[in-house]
């Protein structure tokens, strides 16, 4: 009895029929859950580890990942460059689509992580004009003529790391994982995707971010690294919000997704945006606390943003002239007037449930893990897609009794995730690809073309 206070313990739910894995070196063959079991015992069955002392539940875990700020820990140095959303088009079958609707004039900024001791006191003479706010701890401007040689060796994998709602890659449960990842035996590139907004970035068109948007991961992937690096392996890594993103874009990519995309982990995501909606407003601490101050973060990206850009939306423009007449007081209030109505939805509601995740999980076509805690207070573990994930041969879900949300505070106050996290994707890297002969289509859960697009298209 004492024990289940100090330690997690690690749970497994696979697939019927996993998707087969061939070894590189020996040519046998495994399931994505016995290479799990057999290289990485940190994510297996059974597994458990020591809690930090006095951060035995989730909500204690997760009000000290709020709580604490751990600045000089995990100290990652960034170089950040703009990207600009050129007005082009992408297909979808037969189809064009346009990244966003702002006509060329949309930025988002990625952070590509960098070896210390590579500062340039003379940074700020590549900011563009656009960026009004001072960056982020140990992030400097990139010079665009050094981009090129920071992922020019090929034989290194890259990692795109995404955050969860309003943060950025100064977020310390991010950093404590790509930090580890880009060191020794890993030795991965890295960078961070900031949605727009976030991170200081000073938006340049009257838009920020949603669950649904994956236009940026989209053009970042398709427009950027594949056509500058076309033989860099990817993986990726998203935390909350930034999972549900990444969920959201491989189940549109569907069997079209890039071949250079190896495996993804979807870390604290709530599945199911309505459920977690619910388990806020319902419980004391979610209606109190977690609700009121997400809704707070979000309204200071509206301050920040209005004198910029935000100000030519008209629902925006209206709250920022007459607030007395709204109430946002918790997230919820915040995605009926805002989000929901920024990305053309009626309503939060609405919203919610065309951004679930688990409405694509069946079309995931890139080996996926799902790490979730069952005691989250903000990403309801009773609704995880547990039936999906059983027919979804390229899905596990890694789950543990304490963790919270974005915590899973180790006995030495280490974030516990960070290493088996890269363990995997290292073991996957070296030793395993994928055996597409072997993956018989009637292995595959049933996918109904009930949305033309399922995605935002304007």
Same mark, same amino acid.
């Given at each position: 009895m004492v024990l289940s206070y100090l330690k997690s313990y690690v749970t497994n739910t696979v697939p019927q029929k996993p998707v087969p894995f061939v070894n590189k070196q020996d040519q046998t063959e495994a399931g994505l859950p016995d290479i799990i079991k057999q290289s990485v015992k940190e994510l297996s069955e059974g597994y458990s580890y020591w809690l930090y002392p006095f951060l035995s539940s989730g909500h204690l875990q997760t009000a000290y990942t709020a709580v604490r700020k751990f600045e000089n820990r995990d100290e990652v140095c960034y170089k950040r460059?703009?990207?600009?959303?050129?007005?082009i088009r992408y297909k979808v079958n037969d189809d064009e689509l346009p990244y966003d609707r702002w006509e060329g004039q949309s930025t988002f900024?990625?952070?590509?992580?960098?070896?210390?001791g590579n500062e340039d006191k003379e940074h700020e003479? @590549?900011?563009? =004009?656009?960026?009004?706010l001072d960056l982020p701890p140990r992030t400097e401007y990139l010079d665009p003529s050094k981009e090129q040689s920071l992922l020019d060796d090929e034989?290194?994998?890259?990692? &795109?790391?995404? *955050?969860?709602?309003s943060g950025g890659? @100064?977020?310390?449960?991010?950093?404590?994982?790509? *930090?580890?990842?880009?060191?020794? /035996?890993?030795? @991965?590139? #890295?960078?961070?995707?900031?949605?727009?907004?976030?991170?200081? +970035?000073? &938006?340049?068109?009257?838009q920020l971010f949603c669950g649904l948007w994956t236009n940026d991961l989209r053009y970042l992937i398709n427009e950027h690294i594949l056509k500058k690096w076309p033989n860099k392996r990817i993986y990726l890594i998203g935390f909350s919000l930034g999972g549900a993103i990444i969920a959201n874009y491989l189940g549109q990519e569907y069997d079209a997704v890039s071949?250079?995309?190896? #495996?993804?982990?979807?870390?604290?995501?709530?599945w199911s945006f309505p459920d977690s909606s619910y388990r806020l407003q319902e419980s004391l601490l979610g209606n109190r606390l977690y609700s009121p101050a997400m809704c707070q973060n979000l309204l200071k990206l509206l301050k920040n943003h209005y =004198?910029? *850009? !935000? %100000?030519?939306?008209?629902?925006?423009?209206?709250? +920022?002239?007459? /607030?007395?007449?709204?109430?946002? =007081?918790?997230?919820?209030?915040?995605?009926?007037?805002f989000t929901s109505r920024l990305f053309g939805f009626n309503c939060a509601d609405e919203y919610y449930r065309h951004a679930s995740p688990s409405n694509r999980i069946s079309k995931i076509r890139v080996p996926t893990i799902l790490l979730n805690s069952q005691d989250d207070p903000i990403a309801s573990y009773k609704s995880l897609p547990e039936t999906e994930i059983k027919l979804n041969p390229y899905t596990v879900l890694i789950g543990t009794t304490i963790g919270g949300h974005l915590g899973w505070f180790d006995y030495k106050g280490d974030r516990w995730y960070a290493e088996p996290?890269?363990? !995997?994707? %290292?073991?996957?890297d070296k030793n395993w690809e994928i055996n597409e002969k072997a993956l018989k289509s009637s292995d595959l859960p049933l996918v109904e073309p009930t949305w033309k697009y399922d995605r935002i298209v304007s």
């Open positions: 460059r703009l990207m600009t959303v050129e007005d900024a990625i952070d590509y992580v960098v070896a210390p003479r @590549f900011k563009p =004009e656009s960026q009004v034989s290194k994998p890259l990692v &795109i790391a995404l *955050h969860g709602l890659s @100064f977020e310390s449960y991010l950093r404590a994982f790509v *930090h580890k990842i880009t060191q020794e /035996p890993y030795g @991965f590139d #890295a960078l961070v995707l900031n949605s727009r907004g976030c991170a200081n +970035h000073t &938006i340049t068109s009257p071949k250079n995309i190896k #495996a993804s982990i979807i870390v604290s995501s709530p =004198e910029g *850009h !935000l %100000k030519y939306d008209n629902v925006v423009d209206d709250y +920022h002239k007459n /607030p007395e007449s709204y109430k946002v =007081e918790k997230l919820k209030d915040f995605d009926d007037n996290a890269s363990n !995997l994707f %290292k073991e996957l």
